[in-house]
């Protein structure tokens, strides 16, 4: 049976209107993201294949912005991890500092800058993302960030405090045959490894907006990046992470 023509035209509707309202849902949530996950974590870390597999299965949610440092003091073990660098591993030791650790592990989450917790499932990383801004530590300055031909704009909105603007160059993906060390035989695929981190401007609570040339973001090691909207202590360390977002 043949079905009319206004049919296929109101079914095609209705697609191309939840298509629509997904793009749109998107957009906000990046925009407004819950929270920010970040991994600390080694391709020669026994325990980090868990938690690098909880990364990747929420690396593509739009509502949290997540990104992997691989630090480099596992690499005396037996395998060089292709994605360490010693910067990852100072900011590390840096949120150590700031969140009163007397020493650093992997695999290491930190949510928001303000908490860190080890190795867990997806449901409850978002459960303490949840957690922390019920208790007045989330992600609440609008952050926004569109790449055009010439430039890329980073857009921040109003709130209270001072922060750095952060830009965490990172890879998508990245597949790894493990050759040796305690992962020996594993291929991983690793999700949204940072590549670089780079301060681009200082926030004093008034909106803001910074432009950066096209030419300059093209020469980083990356595909993808997040904005991080940081506080950190007198000293420079790392701190609570007011708003963000990936693009």
């Not at 629509?20 to 990046?30: H, I, K, T, V």
């Amino acid at each position: 049976m043949r079905l009319p023509k206004y049919l296929f035209i109101v079914a095609g509707g209705l697609v191309a209107g939840l298509l629509s309202y997904q793009a749109s849902a998107d957009e906000l949530a990046r925009s407004h993201p819950v929270g920010v996950v970040e991994l600390f974590t080694s391709q020669g870390c026994s325990s980090c294949p868990k938690a690098d597999k909880a990364i990747s299965e929420i690396a593509d949610r739009p509502d949290i912005v997540t990104i992997t440092y691989h630090v480099d003091y596992w690499n005396y073990l037996g395998w060089q991890d292709t994605l360490s660098a010693k910067a990852n591993t100072d900011r590390q030791y840096a949120y150590a500092t700031t969140l009163g650790n007397t020493n650093v592990y992997t695999p290491q989450i930190v949510l928001n800058g303000a908490r860190d917790m080890k190795a867990a499932a997806p449901f409850v990383i978002s459960a303490n993302l949840k957690k922390l801004a019920d208790e007045g530590q989330g992600v609440t300055v609008p952050v926004s960030a569109t790449l055009s031909h010439d430039e890329m704009t980073i857009s921040v909105g109003a709130g209270d405090g001072k922060a750095d603007v952060v830009i965490a160059y990172f890879k998508k993906a990245t597949v790894v045959d493990i050759k040796s060390g305690e992962n020996q035989g594993r291929q991983m695929t690793y999700r949204n490894s940072v590549t670089k981190l780079e301060t681009v401007g200082m926030w004093d609570g008034k909106a803001l907006t910074i432009k950066l040339p096209a030419a300059m973001i093209a020469k980083r090691e990356q595909d993808g990046c997040a904005i991080l909207l940081q506080s950190h202590d007198k000293d420079g360390n790392p701190g609570r992470i007011l708003g963000a977002a990936a693009l």
